[in-house]
């Protein structure tokens, strides 16, 4: 399978779907002269905006997240009140009590628990609910990717418990849940129909479930996730991360081949198998 990138692609060893790429044996082009399967609008940014001749190519190929422009925090929480009927987002001059300041930028790595109200909102920022997600005093967040329609697993990160800046906690390992040991059937439906509804085809959400009402938040959405890197930043378990590739990978042939009309998917490893990304 040979799979068309624009404007940019995935040139550094960290994107999860390098890993991918390798395991299932993939290649990339960066020219639409040449022969490919697929396409994919990709750009490691927070506002996208698609080459027009990926509108024509969606004509006749599948383009993953053509649709998928906008991943700002605030874009975010309008697609998941629309879907969800309840939000995060709190008034930073009106709010009493704790709550999260970051900015609605995606990725940019900070934030921080603060107490409100505020005397003047930072510029460009966002302010959000404090979700109390902890378990045995660690914080539980559930990494969960989006494939063509489909969940095919949650990554379960576990980090220490936030009590200040955001980039301050450490992790302490990640390991791969079924989905239905994490959401109900009917959280499920309202997932992917986020998912829908922002036109992700390809990438990976931020949610928490509160521990106060039980209920799920989706934070984030993620169009270039890098979980797989040689730096193991989120402290894999090595065969969470082997079970984690295979089944991403698995899901992301079939699906996309499916795409493509039918055709039988190519060999997968098993879930205990090598990654070829180290």
Not at 188 to 217: H, K, T
Not at 247 to 272: I, K
């Amino acid at each position: 399978m040979r799979i068309l990138f624009l404007p940019n692609h995935p040139d550094l060893e960290y994107y999860s779907l390098v890993t991918l790429f390798r395991y299932l044996d993939y290649t990339a082009t960066k020219s639409p002269d040449d022969e490919f399967d697929a396409a994919f609008l990709w750009q490691d940014s927070t506002a996208v905006s698609p080459p027009p001749i990926l509108h024509e190519i969606a004509r006749h190929k599948p383009v993953l997240n053509l649709a998928c422009t906008d991943i700002s925090k605030i874009h975010v929480e309008q697609v998941f009140r629309e879907v969800f009927g309840y939000g995060t987002f709190v008034d930073p001059l009106l709010h009493e009590g704790r709550c999260i300041v970051k900015s609605n930028e995606n990725a940019m790595g900070w934030g921080s628990l603060i107490e409100a109200p505020v005397a003047a909102p930072r510029k460009d920022c966002i302010y959000q609910i404090l979700i109390g997600s902890e378990i045995d005093g660690v914080q539980v967040e559930y990494r969960t990717p989006v494939i063509l329609g489909k969940l095919p697993e949650v990554k379960v990160w576990r980090r220490q418990a936030l009590r200040g800046p955001l980039n301050e906690r450490a992790w302490l390992d990640t390991t791969v849940a079924e989905v239905e040991a994490v959401y109900t059937p009917a959280e499920c439906e309202l997932i992917l129909e986020f998912a829908s509804r922002a036109g992700l085809d390809f990438g990976e959400l931020d949610v928490l479930r509160s521990s106060d009402d039980g209920r799920i938040y989706i934070l984030d959405m993620n169009t270039t996730p890098s979980d797989y890197g040689m730096t193991n930043r989120v402290r894999w378990q090595p065969a969470h991360r082997q079970r984690s590739i295979a089944n991403l990978a698995g899901c992301l042939d079939r699906e996309l081949r499916a795409r493509l009309g039918g055709a039988a998917a190519g060999p997968v490893r098993a879930a205990g198998g090598t990654s070829p990304a180290g």
